[in-house]
Every structure is written in structure tokens, then in C-alpha cells.
């Protein structure tokens, strides 16, 4: 008796099963939430998480900080110019080299960091109630370990692809639910994050 091929035999995966499908349904869902919470701030996620990388890398030239969060020159003027005219950041000679800027925030800028935190903390418990800390920690670590597998930097604005390697082809049924995230500026920026990104859950350095 001919013994059945498990991959013919074996029935194909619904989207809604699938890790990608999951992913980008989640994270549109949550970088959706996470600008909605910021904005009584006036802020978007990409100013979440450019304000948080300023403020660990403060005083390094703005080219730095690009590199840092995986940036291209053009955007990380506009970010810049953005929240300069915010009042969060400021421009200033870098005293290592006359030719470029570095970066710091002003104290309006510090006081929205915080105020950032606070929500990210508020984002943060409301997404993960269901989970226990044990659960919390694992889901991180695993996803922590696909977006190495996949090259993502850990800094890196959500919904900005790799500068340094080009982003994979995205999967059909995940392409037939959502738009492109880097068009959008959310995550899964993360934050987008794009979120920026979203820093839709977390990424402003909030735990």
C-alpha cells in the first residue's frame, strides 16, 4: 500500500493561523491604539521614538543617531526639523566636528519624555493583561529572537526597513489585509513606531 505524502496530506495553513498574518493584524492593531494615546501629547509615534533615542544618545551628531535608528539623511532631517520646531529638541555645533549637529533635548523635551513613558506604560499593561509575567517574558524574548532572524535593529524606528539589507518580500495574505507599514509609519514605527514605531509598545524606554 503506497504510504500518503504528509505534505500533500497535511492541509494548508489559514492565514489566520500563520505568524505573519498575526503579526501585521496585531501590530497595525496596536500602532492604531498607540497614536491614539499619544495624541492628547500632540505627538506621533515617530516623535515618541525619536525623542527616546535623542535622550540615550544626547549630545552625539544627528548622523549618529540616524545610523543608531537605522534613519536615511533626508528623514532624519525632517524628524529633526520636526521636533525642533517642536521645541522637544535642539540643534547644536558638534564640538567634535565643526561640519555636523548634535542633538539634544531641551527640558520641554525631557518633560515629554516622561510624559511618553507614562503612556507607553499605560500601552504596555493594557495589551499584555491577559498575559502573566512568565507569559510576558517569553512572547518578548521570541520575538525579540525573529526580528534578529529577520536583521531588524533593536533601535530601530518601527516601520523604517534596514538600511543595510533589503526588506523581504511580503507574505500575499498578509499583503491583501494591510498596507505597506513603512508607507504608514506604524509598526507592526513599533513605532511606529514607525508606530514609530510605531514605539507603539514599549520601545521609548519605559520598563
Do not use: C
Not at 27 to 32: A, D, I, P, T, V
Not at 72 to 97: Q, Y
Not at 115 to 137: F, N, P, Q
Not at 174 to 203: F, I, K, L, N, S
Amino acid at each position: 500500500m503506497e504510504t500518503p505524502d504528509p505534505a500533500q496530506a497535511a492541509p494548508a495553513p489559514q492565514p489566520a493561523d500563520t505568524v505573519a498574518f498575526l503579526l501585521v493584524q496585531l501590530g497595525f492593531h496596536l500602532g492604531r491604539l498607540f497614536g491614539e494615546r499619544l495624541e492628547p501629547l500632540g505627538l506621533e509615534q515617530r516623535h515618541a521614538g525619536m525623542l527616546a533615542r535623542v535622550a540615550e544618545n544626547d549630545g552625539r551628531s544627528q548622523q549618529a543617531i540616524a545610523e543608531l535608528l537605522g534613519v536615511n539623511p533626508t528623514r532624519m532631517v525632517f524628524l529633526t526639523d520636526e521636533l525642533e520646531k517642536l521645541g522637544l529638541i535642539e540643534r547644536r555645533r558638534n564640538p567634535a566636528d565643526r561640519r555636523s549637529h548634535a542633538l539634544y533635548l531641551t527640558e520641554a523635551g525631557t518633560a515629554m519624555l516622561a510624559r511618553i513613558r507614562e503612556v507607553t506604560r499605560t500601552h504596555e499593561a493594557a495589551i499584555t493583561a491577559s498575559l502573566s509575567g512568565a507569559e510576558r517574558d517569553q512572547l518578548i524574548a521570541l520575538l525579540q529572537r525573529l526580528a534578529r532572524d529577520q536583521g531588524l535593529a533593536g533601535r530601530a524606528l518601527p516601520g523604517i526597513p534596514p538600511r543595510h539589507a533589503p526588506s523581504p518580500p511580503a507574505p500575499d495574505m498578509a499583503a491583501d489585509v494591510a498596507p505597506d507599514p513603512a508607507a504608514t509609519d506604524v509598526a507592526p514605527d513599533p513605532a511606529a513606531a514607525d508606530v514609530t514605531a510605531p514605539d507603539m509598545a514599549g520601545g521609548t524606554g519605559a520598563d
